[in-house]
């Protein structure tokens, strides 16, 4: 694999580093985005425009995988927002994009309270809405719209990785 780096960046600033894979059709192009922001609810729009604007330098992405990579962060990072850093002063998200031929990998990382979601029950999106509690939907959004979902907590950081195929390649991956 060969990496070309974006030079480092300030908080707050856009990073790009694209990466090389040899493969038997050739080099596999990845494509990594990442921003990082303060966990204010004002960044919510910031992440959905830059996920926006990192999905149009990929052919592959359309708009419904889109709007599934904006939901899946702006359920995330609300999350994050509301009980990740809870009782704490409020630190960053980091978003990374990661562009892939067939796929797409965005990392979410916080540096607040742990959080299990497989420990979180789902809603029961049938129930009637006087029987349904006031939130819980957003682990459920994010199931529903991302074909993988993985967290990864150390003792520095919080990481959720959701993984999203592209359908106008699927089945072609390398």
């Avoid at 694999?1 to 480092?8: I, Y």
């Avoid at 991302?146 to 907590?153: A, G, P, R, S």
């Amino acid at each position: 694999m060969r990496l070309f780096p974006a030079n480092p960046v300030e908080p707050g600033k856009l990073k790009l580093s694209v990466a090389l894979w040899p493969n038997t059709a050739g080099w596999i192009v990845s494509i990594k985005h990442q921003i990082t922001r303060a966990a204010e609810l004002e960044a919510l729009q910031v992440f959905r425009d830059f996920i926006a604007s990192a999905c149009q330098t990929h052919s592959g992405i359309d708009a419904q995988t889109r709007y599934d990579l904006q939901l899946a962060a702006d359920e995330a990072c609300t999350n994050i927002m509301t009980h990740g850093y809870a009782g704490l002063n409020p630190g960053s998200i980091i978003l990374a994009l990661e562009l892939e031929p067939w796929r797409v990998v965005m990392t979410i990382t916080d540096f607040g309270h742990a959080f299990e979601p497989s420990e979180t029950p789902m809603p029961d999106p049938g129930a009637a809405l006087e029987d349904r509690p006031t939130g819980g939907f957003g682990l459920y959004f994010i199931y529903q719209t991302m074909d993988e979902v993985d967290y990864k907590t150390d003792d520095t950081s919080n990481q959720l990785i959701l993984v999203k195929k592209l359908r106008s390649v699927a089945g072609e991956e390398p």
